[in-house]
């Protein structure tokens, strides 16, 4: 049944996701900073790093790896939408893009250790804006365009340091790398002109480098089924080897049509190296155990779980050097909070004895507030949103494991400056993990009687 499962998703992610993409800040650098979250923690205003359920991989926090349920692996996959209305005094536009936000694969071993791989985009490079000025008679038209993304693929692994039943420390890392292709083009012509003669510059950035990330987890469990949990990610700052070509070119007929590009220079490949910004996250998180008696006498065990984190990111350092040339993009660090809420009526089941359908959903509203890095006016961009998700359990071979999850966050983004770009969206993330039935355990010693 989990290999059967398992070839369906794969299947549908080889065929990938269409769609237009448009994100309107990430001319700068290498592009947005994409928050690649599973749709079970967008759900809750993208607070992640406390998290640690035995059906769930978050790898987000790699320390959360070795809580897994034991010897069972779990695969991963989630796609997100985020559906734009932009605004700019008068004008108005509508944007939308979807892609792939995870796969992986996780499980647990040996008692107190986890392991997970997977591949995740971490920047995206999306953008068209169109500026027209008049100059003497003629209409000038300038045309900004950039395009790719910057993935990582990564293994992680994770320890239970300390393993009392009572208290847990767990840390963990991912290794891998980033690597992709982003470009930037900037096209001006004469739009009066009937040939619509014109030159390009185009600069493109190929990244393809080493890169880790740690956590930690801290989990206490108090008496009458209440549990407190700390944690924290770190991302450090490092250096990815990058090469950059910039090439200028003139059209004599149509600007629009690269058949028609004649190169007048090139800069060559230059190697090179890109800072990346430092970040981290920590968090707290509190759950509790809620036991009530149902209408027919039995009791229910509810669980309740509130989750608060801090995210920064240090982007003073941000740079991209090659050779004698080197970019900076005045970026300011960025800094935000998240706070979570979990519901699950019914926790416990027993052999054929299953929670009703609506006891078995994981509810969970949140919010979040960010600074972003861009500045419009001398004031920083931010962005807020409120979210709601839900976890629809699926069962496989009298087990629960396997999930649908969603998440549907609305927010704005902005700084409300005269002549800047204010955007209200709507973000759907959708995920599914798929889990093993009872007989699929995995590094069981079988004995013959």
């Known amino acids: 049944m989990f290999n059967r499962f398992l070839l369906i998703v794969m299947i549908s992610v080889a065929y990938g996701v269409a769609a237009q993409t448009n994100f309107p800040y990430s001319s700068a650098g290498v592009g947005e900073r994409l928050n690649s979250v599973h749709p079970v923690f967008s759900g809750m205003g993208n607070q ?5 359920y035995p059906s769930v991989l978050n790898t987000s926090n790699p320390a959360t790896y070795s809580y897994l349920r034991h010897q069972f692996p779990i695969f991963s996959v989630g796609f997100s939408t985020r559906l734009s209305f932009n605004q700019a005094d008068s004008i108005k536009e509508f944007n939308s893009s979807s892609n792939i936000s995870e796969i992986a694969f996780g499980l647990s071993f040996a008692k107190r250790f986890g392991l997970a791989f997977g591949l995740k985009p971490v920047y995206k490079k999306s953008y068209s804006i169109t500026e027209k000025y008049l100059l003497m008679e003629d209409s000038v038209r300038y045309d900004y365009m950039g395009n790719g993304t910057l993935n990582k693929a990564f293994i992680g692994f994770s320890v239970n340091i300390l393993n009392y039943k009572s208290f847990k420390w767990s840390v963990g890392g991912n290794v891998g790398g980033v690597f992709g292709t982003v470009q930037d083009e900037r096209r001006s012509s004469i739009e009066t002109a009937i040939a619509k003669p014109g030159g390009v510059e185009t600069r493109s950035q190929h990244l393809r480098s080493f890169h880790y990330d740690l956590g930690t987890l801290i989990q206490y469990h108090i008496k009458n089924g209440h549990m407190i949990s700390v ?17 200028l070119s003139y059209s004599a007929s149509d600007v629009s049509n690269p058949n028609t590009y004649q190169l007048l220079t090139e800069s060559g490949e230059l190697k090179g190296k890109i800072l990346f910004a430092s970040s981290y996250n920590v968090g707290v998180s509190y759950s509790k155990i809620l036991k009530t008696t149902k209408k027919d006498g039995g009791e229910r065990n509810a669980q309740l779980m509130v989750a608060a984190s801090y995210s920064a990111t240090d982007w003073s350092k941000y740079r991209e050097n090659y050779s004698d040339t080197s970019f900076s993009y005045n970026l300011k660090n960025s800094s935000g909070f998240q706070v979570g809420v979990q519901y699950i009526p019914e926790t416990q089941y027993f052999g054929n004895l299953m929670p009703k359908f609506f006891e078995r959903i994981n509810y969970r509203v949140g919010f979040y507030s960010n600074a972003l890095p861009y500045m419009y006016n001398g004031a920083q961009l931010n962005e807020w949103a409120a979210t709601v998700g839900f976890g629809i359990p699926v069962l496989v071979d009298k087990r629960l494991d396997s999930s649908i999850q969603l998440g549907v966050g609305v927010g704005k983004r902005g700084n409300n400056q005269p002549g800047a770009m204010n955007e209200t969206f709507v973000a759907v993330n959708l995920g599914i993990l798929i889990a093993p039935g009872i007989n699929d355990r995995w590094f069981v010693k079988r004995k013959l009687d």
Do not use: D, K, L
């Not at 992640?48 to 640690?52: E, G, H, I, L, R």
């Not at 944690?231 to 090439?247: D, H, K, L, V």
């Open 48 to 52: 992640s790093v406390t998290y640690a």
């Open 231 to 247: 944690g924290g990610t770190y991302e450090p700052q490092q250096q990815i080897r990058s090469s950059y070509n910039r090439q």
